[in-house]
Structures are given as structure tokens and as C-alpha cells.
């Protein structure tokens, strides 16, 4: 079973926007360092946005620099990825996952995380 519960998927058309929340069901997300990836039908998991826990400063990949945002909501542990400007290329599976270390370099690195969501359903098309 998770302990991280992605929400807020679905259908939208390109151009649109979606904001996908996480939220963990055992642990105070606030401690960990929380990233969000996604992955494309065919193509490897590919890391694009992370907060560390000991700064909260947000990075992003370069596919979704200036597009995404991630934020942070302590009072409801929760963490949250507003995603304006999709594109068809933005289409995939969104798994938020957490790592007990309060900042690393290679933030994209599948191995660092311990805890994974389930995963959600992106799709942009018209």
C-alpha cells in the first residue's frame, strides 16, 4: 500500500492546466525532501520538479521550467504541482515520491526515494 496518494489527473486540452496534490497518509511530508515525476507511455521515468526539505527551494526540469509549479501546503501535508500551459508531450503517468534526505544534486535519481505514489493519469489532447 502507498503512503503517498497522488490526486487531481485526468483529461485536459493543450493549453489547459491541472494541479495534482500529494498527500502522505503515515509520515509528515514537510521532513522529506518531495519530488514529482512522470513517465510517457514508452519512455523512462523523468524527474521534474523537487522541493529538498531543508531549503523548500522548488527545481525544475527543463521540459517544465516556467511552466510548473510546486508548492508546498505543511498545515494539510500535503504537496502540490500546478501545471499550466500543458502540452501533448506533458501526457503520462505522475508519481510523487519522498526522500529522507534534506537535499540532494541529483534530484532526479529514481533510486533516492524511498516512497512512492501510486501514480496518476495526465493526458493532454484535444
Known amino acids: 500500500q502507498s503512503q503517498l496518494v497522488e490526486s487531481g489527473g485526468g483529461l485536459v486540452q493543450p493549453g489547459g492546466s491541472l494541479r495534482l496534490s500529494c498527500s502522505g497518509s503515515e509520515f509528515t511530508l514537510s521532513y522529506y525532501s518531495i519530488a514529482w515525476f512522470r513517465q510517457a507511455p514508452g519512455k523512462e521515468r523523468e524527474g521534474i520538479s523537487y522541493?529538498?526539505?531543508?531549503?523548500?527551494?522548488?527545481r525544475y526540469g527543463d521540459s517544465v521550467k516556467g511552466r510548473f509549479t510546486m508548492s508546498r501546503d505543511s498545515a494539510k501535508n500535503m504537496v502540490h504541482l500546478q501545471m499550466n500551459g500543458l502540452k501533448p508531450e506533458d501526457t503520462g503517468v505522475y508519481y510523487c515520491?519522498?526522500?529522507?534526505?534534506?537535499?540532494?544534486?541529483?534530484?532526479?535519481?529514481?533510486?533516492?526515494?524511498?516512497?512512492w505514489g501510486q501514480g496518476i493519469q495526465v493526458t493532454v489532447s484535444s
Open positions: 515520491a519522498a526522500d529522507g534526505t534534506s537535499y540532494s544534486r541529483e534530484w532526479t535519481r529514481i533510486e533516492n526515494y524511498e516512497f
Open positions: 522541493s529538498s526539505s531543508a531549503d523548500e527551494i522548488s
